[in-house]
């Protein structure tokens, strides 16, 4: 059975993307692609996904860059995995995302990994 907690961040994480799907669908001219944030225990992932297609057109996560990194779960972590992702989207020709923080609170590791993809170039 899932912990209180657990039911509590999928619950968010299903508003978030309701917001998301709705301004979708009410705006498609400004469709954008989902830039989404798992965060586990020791490591964090990011992906870009275009809902459209159903495909991943980016992702990076802190195990790529596990030799350079001390620890996976930390905000310097992040923030190397939201440089990562940002490179990986502008090869991929996407520059505008939408952001998907996936329930979980926007400070920390979520925050650190949203503002170094923005100064890697994408706009959100």
């Known amino acids: 059975m899932s912990s209180g ?7 968010r994480a299903s508003r978030v993307r309701k917001v998301l799907a ?14 989404t944030v798992f965060r586990a225990d020791r490591n964090i992932y990011a992906q870009v ?4 297609t159903q495909q991943t057109l980016a992702s990076a996560s802190s195990l790529d860059l ?3 990194l ?18 990986r989207a502008l090869a991929a ?3 505008q995302v939408a952001f998907d923080r996936g329930g979980h609170p926007y400070h920390g590791r979520v925050k650190a990994l949203a503002d170094a993809a923005r100064e890697g170039g994408l706009e959100f």
């Open 70 to 87: 001390k620890s996976g779960a930390n905000k310097d972590a992040a923030a190397a995995v939201g440089k990562l992702v940002a490179e």
């Open 22 to 35: 709705h301004r979708r669908r009410t705006k498609p001219q400004e469709a954008r692609v989902r830039l």
């Open 5 to 11: 907690k657990a039911v509590q961040r999928q619950r």
């Open 49 to 52: 996904i275009d809902d459209r």
């Open 93 to 95: 020709d996407v520059k």
């Open 66 to 68: 596990r030799d350079t």
